[in-house]
T-cell receptor, first 113, second 108 residues
Framework: DAEITQSPRHKITETGRQVTLACHQTWNHNNMFWYRQDLGHGLRLIHY???????NKGEVSDGYSVSRSNTEDLPLTLESAASSQTSVYFCASNDRGFSTEQFFGPGTRLTVL | TQLLEQSPQFLSIQEGENLTVYCNSS?????LQWYRQEPGEGPVLLVTVVTGGEVKKLKRLTFQFGDARKDSSLHITAAQPGDTGLYLC????????FGTGTRLQVFP
């Protein structure tokens, strides 16, 4: 069955370190999204991609970067982790833009000490 | 700026009770989605409403899109413990805007 996976599921890191969160989907979807989920804020869009080599900034992109070298993967990199980036991160994908159903991964809980 | 406000934020009820969750905005959306999220998992789509005034039913869940496409509601009839979870509305414009969420706990 097609799926979307994220790794690691839990990560603890220190302030200033570079961290990369992986997202892999086997739906063959063109569109992939990264969100962070914080209490009281719901899900906020970090970056998104409409296809290979395409990347776009979302609402809260400062301190994050993504690259899309193939259809299946959209890794999220925190260049220099900050305590404010402690959150739960979700990757999602779909094949027809924002207005259609997005399929979410199980999330990565990141703690920055 | 939070464009989509959900109320209530928390809801704790007994099995068999009815409840309504509201999703309100001052902005117009082309469509509105409702997701349910369980602990340790990502959100899963329940329904998408597209037309102003549209009503969709999913077993004991009734979803309504406001006439002006600015708001929506989710009504659950005879809630069951299996309905427990975080309910998120999401409005589609140039991107998907998620509401703040309503955490529902249904006790047996």
């Amino acid at each position: 069955d097609a799926e979307i996976t994220q790794s690691p599921r839990h990560k603890i890191t220190e302030t200033g370190r570079q961290v990369t969160l992986a997202c892999h989907q086997t739906w063959n979807h063109n569109n992939m999204f990264w969100y962070r989920q914080d209490l009281g804020h719901g899900l906020r869009l970090i970056h998104y991609s409409y296809g290979v080599h395409d990347t776009n900034k979302g609402e809260v992109s400062d301190g994050y970067s993504v690259s899309r070298s193939n259809t299946e993967d959209l890794p999220l990199t925190l260049e220099s982790a900050a305590s404010s980036q402690t959150s739960v991160y979700f990757c999602a994908s779909n094949d027809r833009g924002f207005s259609t159903e997005q399929f979410f991964g199980p999330g990565t809980r990141l703690t920055v000490l | 700026t939070q464009l989509l406000e959900q109320s209530p934020q928390f809801l704790s009820i007994q099995e068999g009770e009815n409840l309504t969750v509201y999703c309100n905005s001052s902005s117009v959306f082309s469509s509105l989605q409702w997701y349910r999220q369980e602990p340790g998992e990502g959100p899963v789509l329940l329904v998408t409403v597209v037309t102003g005034g549209e009503v969709k039913k999913l077993k004991r869940l009734t979803f309504q899109f406001g006439d002006a496409r600015k708001d929506s509601s989710l009504h659950i009839t005879a809630a069951q413990p299996g309905d427990t979870g975080l309910y998120l509305c999401a409005g589609a414009r140039d991107k998907l805007i998620f509401g703040t969420g309503t955490r529902l706990q249904v006790f047996p």
